[in-house]
Structure formats: structure tokens, C-alpha cells
């Protein structure tokens, strides 16, 4: 990290985090409340990300950077314990599955973690120390089947030494800041310089006002994050440099680097001051473009907002996405999941089965005729009346794995149990997966 600029925003940006100079504000969409930060400092002080409890590690569910901070502290307590000192497979896929639904990131990443069982505890090691090494031309980090994206960044920043979360909320503040440093250094810089170039990501589509994540302006130009290899390299990247500022004279009394009782570090805290701010650029009021076709690995999604899923027994491919109406999947058929069919499956396995285990047992003529035992199937008949469309409910079962919502316990002959922790119960004691979905709409990026 030899060249001018980058020393000169380092130095720039370590001198500008407790002050003005990098303030900013915006409407949050699930509440509409309007959020503002007077400092960078001051975005961490008002740093709120609401997650859920994690009941066998004892976590309750919480928003703000304390609880967070125990939370992330267990979740890398449970990885450490999956990698050494024996690897474990399906240890490391059930801690890692947890980072995900503690960061919102479960789509694709959880049937992924769930399906590349096999081996994941050595790959997982073999990345750490590859990040750590801290050579960003490491075979392991070229290699085209390399998965890493806004899921696996979160899983990565537990167990390497020192790496932030590079998802598009930092990834877009980072391109802000360098923005302003372009614009205020003397002589202005009118080229965003190469080593500053921090890649972004869109927000995934919604509706209403688009959050705004691409930093651009004018000929300050960021080229679109793309997983895999370039998203892994900007990550340690992106460490190297926060690093770098809070070790520069600037910071030394900076908030960043005093001991706050959170139990936080000040990498950490310094991250989630730039995940505050890279919320929305734009304020509430402009409209987020998006980044060019990027390939992502080992996750093909060809329409924007689309994840690939997979039937649990038969294996079959299809597309799916959330919408605030419900499911949506594209195969060979196109099938509609409503909130309320949801909902209704959801709480018929509840009032069956309580916190135990069920089968998929979705006979096609089993389930009608009432000799298929009580399971997914039967709860999605019910649920629609009695259709004749009982064997939708592979996709629909594939799809609530995916998002955390069901959990797999036994891999022979399937079954799972319900995740209640992620599940809003109602005034007359139902479940509810509709505040989950819209959670997951509003966090979601395309990366």
C-alpha cells in the first residue's frame, strides 16, 4: 500500500471520522423514520440492525451494537468449535447457516451451505488462511468455483484475523467516502484511482423509492461487485485500509479506538458505522440503478431477484423470489406461494408437531387419500383447501429451508423441525412469516 492516494485517504479519512466531514442521512424504509449521523463515529453510535434470537446459543434477539456484538461473539465461538480442533462438516454448515440467518443473507446461501456439506469445515480453513495470508493472487482465492458473497464475507469476518463484512452497505459507503476525499483533496481528483475503486452491489428491487448503493458521480466511477474472486479480494482490501486508518496518528483519539464496554473491536466498530451509512445514499429520494450483468459463483440467478433453489428429495431445479405477496417460483411450471398459504402450512406442522421433527410426505395420491403420514404435504393441502396440488409443496419446503424458516435434522429420510425463533407469533398465538419476508426484501442486495 505504497501509492500516494491511497496513503492520502487513509491519512484523510483517519483525521475526518469523529467530525462532520463524513455525516449523512436518510428515510428507513421498513419504518419511516428518518435516521442521521453527525460523524462517521456518530453512525456507529446509532448503529441498529435487528436480529433474530439464536436459542441454542442463548442469544436473544436485539438491534443494537451490544447485543449484536454478543451475538457475532457466539456465532464465531460455534464456527471455531466446527473447524478445530477436529473439522466437523455438518457442524461447520449449521454455524455457518446461523451467521446467515443472523445477517439476513439465507437466500441461496443456506440450501448451499446444506447441500456442499461434504467437506465445507477443510474449505472453510483452507479460505481463512488463504485471506489471511493476505495475498490476493492466492490460487485458492482465483479459483473460478471460490463462492464468496454478502453470506459468506459475514462467515469469513468470524474466523480470519482481521477482515470486515464487505457487503453493499459497506462496499457503498466506502465509494462515498472516496467521493468526498476525491473532491476535497487538493487538486481534485477527477478519476476514481484504481486501488480505490471499491466495487458495489444493488439493493434488490422493492417496492417503492430503490435504496441507493452505487457511490458514482460524474467521472468518480465504481465498477459492479461480482461474487466470487473479486468480491474476496476487495474484502481484504477494504481490511487492509480500515485497518490502516485506525492505526494512523489521526485516529488515535478517535471513538473508533476507545473501549466502549460493547464488547466490540474497533475494525468492527469502524465496519458497522460504514454498514449505517451505506443504507442509502441517496437520502430517500433517488432512485438506485443497477450494477451490469455480473456472474456470481456457484449461484446461478439470471433474472435479478431470483434465487435457485432445489427440490429436497428429487433434486429438481427452479427459481424463486420473495415478493411482499409471497413466493414466487419459475420451473417448468410457474407456482404462487400467498403469505396466508404460508402461514397456514406453517401453523398446521405447529399445532401437528411443536418443536419436533416432520417429513416432507408429499404423495401425490398418498396425501388425498389419507395414507401418507402426517407431514409438509399434508400441512400444504390443507392449507389450500384440499387441491389436488399436493406435490407443489417440494418447492414450498425447499424454499422455507432456505430461508431458515425449517431446518433440516436428518439427512437419511428427511425431516425437520420449525425455527420458532425467526417466526412472529400473532395476538391469537399463530405464527406469522410475513414480518421475516419483508425483513428479508428490505435487507437483500443483489451481489
Known amino acids: 500500500m505504497a501509492q500516494p492516494l491511497l496513503d492520502a485517504f487513509i491519512a484523510w ?17 421498513m419504518s419511516g423514520e428518518p435516521w442521521h449521523c453527525s460523524s462517521l463515529f456518530n453512525a456507529y453510535e446509532t448503529y441498529d440492525w435487528p436480529h433474530p ?31 478445530a480442533p477436529a473439522p466437523e462438516d455438518l457442524a461447520a454448515s449449521r454455524a455457518a447457516i446461523d451467521v446467515m440467518i443472523w445477517g439476513g443473507v439465507q437466500n441461496g446461501n443456506v440450501s448451499w451451505l446444506t447441500n456442499n456439506a ?16 493476505g495475498d490476493l493472487h492466492h490460487a485458492l482465492l482465483l479459483d473460478p468455483k471460490l463462492r464468496f458473497n454478502a453470506g459468506m464475507t459475514k462467515v469469513y469476518s468470524l474466523i480470519c484475523k482481521q477482515l470486515v463484512i464487505y457487503d453493499s452497505r459497506v462496499a457503498a459507503a466506502l465509494g462515498w467516502a472516496v467521493v468526498k476525499f476525491c473532491k476535497q483533496v487538493e487538486p481534485e481528483v477527477t478519476q476514481v484511482p484504481p486501488e480505490l475503486a471499491f466495487p458495489w452491489a444493488s439493493a434488490r428491487p422493492n417496492k417503492g423509492i430503490s435504496k441507493q448503493r452505487d457511490p458514482s458521480q460524474g467521472d468518480l466511477q465504481f465498477p459492479p461487485l461480482q461474487g466470487g474472486t473479486l468480491h474476496a479480494q476487495w474484502n481484504i482490501r477494504a481490511s487492509q485500509i480500515l485497518a490502516a486508518v485506525l492505526a494512523h ?48 459463483s456457484a449461484m446461478i440467478v439470471p433474472t435479478v431477484g431470483w434465487t435457485e433453489g432445489w427440490t429436497p428429495t428429487q433434486r429438481k431445479a427452479f427459481l424463486y423470489r420473495l415478493t411482499d405477496q409471497g413466493f414466487e417460483t419459475q420451473g417448468k411450471s410457474i407456482t404462487r406461494y400467498p403469505l396466508h398459504v404460508v402461514n397456514d402450512t406453517l401453523n398446521y406442522l405447529w399445532r401437528q408437531f411443536g418443536r419436533g421433527q416432520f417429513p416432507l410426505a408429499n404423495s401425490a395420491d398418498g396425501v388425498p387419500a389419507g395414507t401418507s403420514e402426517e407431514g409438509i404435504g399434508t400441512a400444504y393441502y390443507q392449507a389450500i383447501n384440499r387441491q389436488q396440488r399436493v406435490p407443489e409443496s417440494s418447492r414450498l419446503a425447499a424454499i422455507l ?8 435434522v436428518s439427512r437419511g429420510k428427511k425431516h425437520w423441525v420449525l425455527n420458532l425463533e425467526l417466526l412472529d407469533a400473532t395476538d391469537k398465538g399463530t405464527l406469522d412469516i410475513e414480518p421475516l419476508v419483508l425483513r428479508l426484501l428490505e435487507d437483500a442486495a443483489q451481489d
Open 401 to 408: 429451508e432456505d430461508l431458515g424458516v425449517i431446518q433440516l
Open 53 to 83: 434470537a439464536i436459542a441454542h446459543l442463548d442469544i436473544d434477539k436485539g438491534n443494537d451494537i451490544t447485543s449484536n456484538t454478543r451475538a457475532l461473539t457466539a456465532l464465531e465461538q460455534q464456527l471455531q468449535r466446527a473447524l
Open 249 to 296: 496518528d489521526h485516529a488515535k483519539h478517535s471513538g473508533f479506538n476507545q473501549d466502549d464496554g460493547t464488547g466490540s473491536n474497533p475494525l468492527r466498530r469502524l465496519e458497522a458505522a460504514l454498514f449505517m451509512i451505506g443504507y442509502d445514499l441517496g437520502g430517500g429520494t433517488a432512485t438506485n440503478s443497477l450494477p451490469k450483468a455480473a456472474s456470481q
Open 118 to 133: 461434504d467437506g465445507l469445515a477443510n474449505l472453510l480453513i483452507d479460505t481463512r488462511d488463504a485471506i489471511d495470508s
Open 13 to 29: 479519512m483517519s483525521a475526518n471520522l469523529d467530525n462532520a466531514t463524513l455525516a449523512h442521512g436518510y428515510q428507513n424504509r
